[in-house]
């Protein structure tokens, strides 16, 4: 199954990497942002979800290409 290049990053089974997590929080901008965490760890954060997606999916791939080398 072709990895999707939009939506929540997934497994190369196409099954949702549920290690990511995205949620509506406050972080030091005036409004709330959608922040990226791997495994509880901060990726980063934007103003829209499909924008916070595409930063977790670039995390995920840029994992997998690590671990390939």
Known sequence: MPISDSGP???TDGRI???YCIRLEF???AQRRFVV???DTYVGN???RAD???L???????RRRIMLE
Do not use: L, T, V, W
């Open 17 to 19: 990497d549920r290690r």
């Open 37 to 39: 965490r791997f495994c």
């Open 27 to 29: 972080c030091g901008y």
């Open 46 to 48: 934007a103003p829209m």
């Open 52 to 54: 916070a997606n595409a």
């Open 9 to 11: 990053p997934r497994h």
């Open 56 to 62: 977790a999916r670039a995390h995920s791939s840029e």
